[in-house]
């Protein structure tokens, strides 16, 4: 194998390990406040207003981290396919308007009667 091949497996798989490790953060993370904010509803014994906040902030951090993760490993990808040349983009010209044939001349106002 040459040396480029074999660096395009070793960072393959160093990006899937990557991946692989960050869900399983994502997820255990998103477990662990799972369990605290089910726990804090169990131990409030029906008080609705605070069991709303306390679900409401779980919702927030568990969607929250979701959206960071996901966004992040989409710029890393990005990132990653302009760095390797995976899907050159030519610049298209931008397009010159046509120049006007005829140029309008201003109508002076009708004189009002009185």
Same mark, same amino acid.
């Given at each position: 194998?040459?040396?480029?091949?074999?660096?395009?497996?070793?960072?393959?798989? =160093?990006? /899937?390990?990557? %991946?692989?490790? *960050?869900?399983?953060?994502?997820?255990?993370? &998103? =477990?662990?406040?799972?369990?605290?904010?089910?726990? *804090?509803?169990?131990? =409030?014994?029906?008080? /609705?207003?605070? &069991?709303? *906040?306390? =679900?409401?902030?779980?919702?927030?951090?568990?969607?929250?981290?979701?959206?960071?993760?996901? *966004? &992040? /490993?989409?710029?890393?990808?990005?990132?990653?396919?302009?760095?390797?040349? %995976?899907?050159?983009?030519?610049?298209?010209?931008?397009?010159?308007? %046509?120049?006007?044939?005829?140029?309008?001349?201003?109508?002076?106002?009708?004189?009002?009667?009185?």
């Amino acid at each position: 194998m040459s040396r480029n091949v074999a660096r395009v497996i070793q960072d393959t798989e =160093l990006e /899937k390990d990557r %991946a692989r490790y *960050g869900l399983f953060a994502v997820v255990v993370s &998103i =477990l662990a406040i799972s369990g605290v904010a089910i726990f *804090g509803v169990w131990r =409030l014994d029906g008080d /609705k207003a605070v &069991i709303v *906040g306390v =679900l409401t902030a779980a919702f927030t951090a568990v969607s929250g981290m979701t959206t960071a993760y996901l *966004g &992040i /490993k989409a710029v890393s990808n990005t990132a990653q396919s302009m760095a390797r040349g %995976a899907s050159p983009r030519t610049p298209t010209p931008p397009e010159t308007p %046509a120049p006007p044939t005829e140029t309008p001349t201003p109508t002076p106002p009708s004189p009002r009667a009185p």
